[in-house]
């Protein structure tokens, strides 16, 4: 019964107790305990009325709270089954607000979760907190996306027993998504980190590299002056006919090749001078015949076809030797202990072939018959220290991709498992018609006078430098060190011409008693000698105001010290 028929009813029923008590003429006060009754009974339904009026809006306000909050709620039955959804959760979950009811809600689960979900209902109806879970979701519309599910138990009854499940379902895709980019982002900031480390670790073993390179060249260069030097005033001793002049000029070609790869110890550091000069590749290759052969395995077969008149390259012909005898060199550990063979041909690439440049060039191409290589170390072949042996070598072909980017040349490989590997080396060749500078060398018979000076601690080295500048005609006083030089300078000796003087001595280093030399005679030229090059150790202390006036590297030949010597002192300053 509506609130306003109760009432209507209440004012009828206190009218006819009025009309009862003027009818019977009865005294009022027999009447007074059943008005009073009537009135409380109103009294009552009024605040009845009021209380109805509030449950109603709170209720209204609750089903406008529920139905339009911004997240998906539902409740359902202990069995899964919806009774009553929002409509963002009909919105989530692809369905109209009124079909939502009496579905199974794991009928929105994708399949791969619907049996996680189902065991813990049962399970979950007895825990006392909220739990979360989350879950693929699979809506009547669209495709999955991953949620997280807050899930409740819903009681009620005089014994508070569970009646449902109250559902919170959020869809946490972007935040999954994000998730998912940082943990990239983080994955890719973490290997940028480990590469910086790796990078960091091989600038230092390169900084290692170099310091050992250096201490064996000048060591190295010093014993090879003196063989080098030795054998070329031997040869010139000897008549231009004589059996012994050829295995002489054997061992001054042997020497000045020991003396390059001292020079390509440097280049593996990147601390190497470079010296291009316009050369024939064939020309090149050909005179490493026997450093070649002996650098393969005896079970291999070297095969040559060197094309001549080839165009020439503008290269550094020390960097030419050690890309061949780099690829020669991997090329024979890909034969292993088995037999095989190693290819080496040059010519002129042909513009057609694939990865050939614009313009004319010239390839070098090293192939062997050994067991090839798979994608993956294809692709790490060029990073340094990289081997497939046990053993690595190092540098190597890191290396040979370092000397034909600096020569602007291109590689190109072929290979396969089983089927061998060919490395095809392009570089650009240029026009011989053209004229380029040659350098005058000094003339065959110059002849100086005066004393020079030299000072070196290696006791062959100042014997064969004496002996050829006696032969140009100096006289020769010797120092062991700077400190003893610095002695000699302060008797004054007559006629002194020029200075020697080795950069790396005990006592007094070279640049210390250099600084003295001067200080005592400005006007005699000094010409700094080391095993080390120019650019690494000599190249602050030449032409300065007060410094050197030129630079000669061990090993050097007579004609050399005759042209540095001619140009100093043809530079005196007048005493």
Not at 22 to 27: A, I, R, S
Not at 143 to 150: G, K, N, Q, V, W
Not at 340 to 348: E, F, K, N, Q, V
Not at 494 to 517: E, T, Y
Request: hydrophobic share 40%; glycine share 8%; proline share 5%.
């Amino acid at each position: 019964m509506k609130a306003e028929e109760f009432t209507a009813q209440l004012e009828e029923l206190r009218r006819q107790v009025e009309k009862l008590r003027c009818d019977t003429g009865l005294p009022p006060r027999m009447f007074g305990d059943l008005l009073a009754a009537v009135d409380g009974l109103r009294q009552s339904q009024e605040q009845f009325a009021e209380s109805h009026s509030v449950v109603e809006q709170e209720r209204r306000r609750y089903h406008q709270l529920f139905q339009f909050a911004p997240d998906a709620y539902l409740f359902t039955d202990l069995a899964g089954i919806v009774r009553e959804a929002n409509r963002s959760a009909a919105r989530l979950l692809g369905a109209e607000p009124q079909f939502m009811a009496g579905k199974a809600l794991v009928s929105f689960v994708a399949i791969e979760d619907r049996t996680r979900v189902r065991a813990e209902l049962g399970r979950w109806q007895s825990e006392p907190t909220p739990k979360r879970l989350e879950v693929r979701l699979q809506p009547r519309q669209g495709s999955p996306f991953d949620a997280e599910i807050t899930l409740s138990v819903a009681r009620g009854g005089p014994q508070d027993t569970a009646i449902g499940f109250r559902w919170l379902v959020r869809d946490i895709s972007a935040q999954r998504q994000l998730t998912e980019e940082l943990r990239v982002r983080e994955e890719a900031a973490r290997r940028e980190a480990e590469a910086s480390e790796a990078r960091a670790r091989h600038v230092q073993k390169l900084e290692s590299i170099g310091v050992l390179a250096g201490g064996i060249a000048h060591d190295f260069n010093n014993l090879l002056h003196v063989v080098l030097a030795n054998a070329d005033l031997a040869r010139v001793q000897l008549p231009p006919d004589a059996a012994p002049r050829d295995h002489i000029n054997e061992v001054i070609r042997a020497t000045q090749r020991a003396a390059e790869l001292t020079r390509q110890l440097l280049a593996y550091s990147g601390r190497g001078t470079v010296e291009v000069r316009r050369l024939d590749l064939s020309q090149e290759v050909r005179e490493m015949a026997t450093l070649l052969r002996t650098a393969i395995s005896k079970q291999a077969t070297l095969d040559w076809e060197l094309s001549p008149d080839l165009p020439s390259v503008t290269a550094d012909p020390t960097q030419i030797r050690q890309v061949v005898m780099n690829l020669i060199t991997n090329a024979s550990d890909a034969l292993g202990e088995g037999t095989g063979t190693i290819s080496l041909r040059t010519g002129l690439a042909d513009a057609r072939e694939d990865g050939v440049p614009p313009g004319a060039h010239v390839f070098l191409e090293v192939a062997d018959t050994g067991v090839g290589m798979g994608s993956e170390t294809l692709e790490r072949i060029f990073d340094p220290f990289f081997s497939t042996k046990f053993s690595g070598r190092g540098l190597g072909l890191a290396a040979v991709m370092g000397i034909v980017e600096r020569h602007n040349g291109r590689i190109r490989i072929r290979t396969a498992p089983g089927e061998g590997t060919t490395f095809r080396i392009f570089f650009p060749a240029v026009d011989d018609s053209a004229e380029y500078a040659t350098r005058n060398g000094p003339a065959a018979d110059w002849r100086g006078r005066g004393t020079v000076l030299v000072v070196e601690d290696e006791e062959g080295v100042r014997e064969v430098v004496g002996r050829m500048l006696e032969r140009l005609g100096f006289s020769v006083l010797t120092a062991e060190d700077g400190v003893a030089a610095v002695e000699l300078m302060d008797l004054r000796p007559k006629d002194l011409a020029a200075v020697l003087l080795d950069l790396s001595m005990p006592r007094m280093p070279g640049q210390d008693a250099l600084k003295h030399l001067k200080a005592r005679c400005p006007e005699v030229p000094v010409v700094l000698m080391s095993g080390y090059t120019e650019q690494e150790v000599a190249s602050k202390l030449v032409h300065d105001s007060g410094g050197a006036a030129a630079f000669l590297q061990k090993p050097f030949l007579p004609e050399d010290l005759s042209s540095v010597l001619r140009r100093a002192l043809a530079s005196r300053a007048p005493a």
